[in-house]
């Protein structure tokens, strides 16, 4: 997980996760970015252990686009990099197990188990008239059918006409 562009009451940090079955030293191990490559702390993360580590630790700014981000083993080889082209500001990039891909979420989880949490997005309203314009007293479909939700929510629908007419559904005769 990684957490680029931080709320103004938290700090960036990248976490690093041993998915292996034994305990694995960072010794000799670096991370580095575009601009700078540092040594990791001498710690030890036991099986399934995730450890951030903040910006105070590293000296590492990330880039809130265009960044990318490595692992280096102690032979200096490249072990895992992260590249990421944009951030949206409080959510972190964070490895979704069930997707098996890097997901942002709206709920950052440092040296915790990842919960990926999307903030909602408005609907796209798409109202259309059979008739339009319509002449005094013609009878007029209403329709949003081609309303959309970027999340997949369910959409719902209530119309108001005056003080008088209300409707509900995704089309109405008025």
Do not use: M
Not at 30 to 52: M, Y
Not at 61 to 83: F, Q
């Amino acid at each position: 997980e990684v957490y680029p562009n931080p709320k103004e009451d938290e700090q960036e940090f990248i976490e690093l996760c041993n998915k292996g079955n034994v305990s694995t030293s960072l010794s000799g191990w670096k991370l580095a970015d575009t601009k700078k490559v540092i040594n990791l702390p001498e710690v030890t993360l036991v099986s399934q252990e995730c450890r951030a580590f903040d910006g105070k630790t590293t000296k590492i700014t990330l880039n809130n686009s265009n960044e990318t981000i490595y692992l280096y083993n102690p032979a200096g080889e490249v072990a895992d990099k992260l590249t990421y082209v944009s951030s949206i500001k409080g959510q972190s990039l964070s490895w979704d197990e069930t997707q098996n891909k890097f997901l942002w979420t709206a709920k950052p989880t440092p040296g915790n188990s990842n919960e990926i949490s999307k903030i909602n997005e408005p609907p796209t309203a798409h109202i259309s008239f059979n008739y339009n314009p319509a002449a005094p007293n013609e009878e007029v479909i209403i329709s949003a059918e081609e309303s959309t939700d970027p999340d997949d929510d369910k959409l719902q629908f209530v119309w108001s006409i005056g003080e008088k007419f209300q409707a509900a559904g995704e089309n109405f005769t008025y």
